[in-house]
């Protein structure tokens, strides 16, 4: 056995040595489409986190006419509160609002200058277990009784962050639905372009084939010089894919972190190394894959 895996590693390399121009274009396709998966992955990963984060910020501002009895507001507090998909709740006074508006605007002196009085109303902030249930919850407020005693204008004064959300998940729907797209044609010219070299070297070796079927070589044993070259090339692909995404992931991720600061950019070490074990065994695939096509159509065993 261990002299027929050195014979087929040989004669892998030595067909990979003598079709390079079509190993090169197997390979650079195959780099390109699991560079491709691993920016994928990455954004993913990276847009999951960040919608996280936006979900828990999502909450509904009820703002409150000055002169909202203050035993009507206490009462709708307790009833939001009351309700399963609120998470917390919690009451903004006018003198809160101006403090964080002053807090907000601290860095300029100048916008704090227009500041006359207090012209904010007091509110209501409003955080619910589900970022789903944000329209439900909205809803409920818009039907309790007396709230127009607190509440000027019920579309104007009561705010939710539903709308950025649902056009963030829009957004990743399509980014996703397009990634998923252009890795199907790039992982189907990865197989052509195998298979055809593959089919380069059966028929650059067809002779030497028929002289081995004529004294009595199996199948595998015809095959797996073949397939060692398949594997070969998904594998040098995925190693191109993971030096690029390692390239990338220390220079763009500083430079997104310090853009977005207030957004979590981070792909932790322990995921990098998932991600490389994920496209170095998606590299192996399409190579056993490209070469099983081109034995299966073009070998005659």
């Known amino acids: 056995m261990r002299i027929n895996l050195v014979y087929y590693s ?17 390979i ?18 990276v847009v999951n986190d960040m919608m996280r984060s936006v ?35 919690h009451y903004v006074s006018k003198q809160e ?29 409003i955080w ?3 970022p789903r249930h944000v329209s439900v919850v909205v809803t409920r407020i818009k039907k309790e009784q007396n709230l127009s005693t607190l509440v000027a204008d019920t579309d104007k004064d009561i705010k939710s962050g539903k709308d950025v959300l649902d056009k963030l998940i829009a957004i990743r ?48 044993f015809i095959r797996w010089p073949f397939m060692l070259e398949g594997i070969l090339q998904g594998l040098i692909g995925a190693a191109l894919a993971v030096t690029l995404l390692a390239v ?8 997104l972190k310090e853009v977005l600061r207030f957004l979590p950019i981070a792909f ?14 998606a590299g192996t695939i399409v190579g056993l894959a490209g070469s099983g096509v081109a034995l299966r159509r073009f070998l005659k065993v």
């Open 173 to 220: 729907q399509i980014m996703n639905a397009s990634i998923i797209v252009m890795l199907g044609l790039l992982g189907f010219a990865s197989l052509v372009l195998i298979a055809n070299t593959i089919r380069l070297a059966i028929f650059a070796r067809r002779k030497e084939i028929a002289i081995m079927r004529l004294v009595g070589a199996s199948n595998w």
């Open 128 to 130: 619910v277990k589900d």
């Open 10 to 26: 040989r004669e892998a390399l030595d067909s990979f040595r003598k079709n390079w121009v079509m190993s090169l274009a197997a």
């Open 55 to 89: 979900e828990s910020k999502v909450k509904i501002d009820v703002f409150l006419k000055d002169t909202a009895p203050p035993a009507d507001i206490k009462v709708l507090q307790d009833a939001i509160i009351g309700w399963s998909e609120v998470r917390e709740l």
């Open 248 to 255: 990338g992931r220390s220079v763009v991720f500083p430079q």
């Open 268 to 281: 932790t070490q322990t995921a990098f190394i998932r991600l490389v074990a994920v496209l170095a065994a």
């Open 97 to 125: 609002a101006l403090d964080r508006l002053k807090e907000d605007l601290k860095d300029d002196p100048e916008m704090l200058k227009q500041i006359t009085g207090n012209p904010l109303p007091a509110s209501l902030e």
């Open 28 to 45: 650079s396709t195959i780099a390109i489409s699991l560079f491709l998966l691993g920016v994928s992955t990455i954004g993913a990963s």
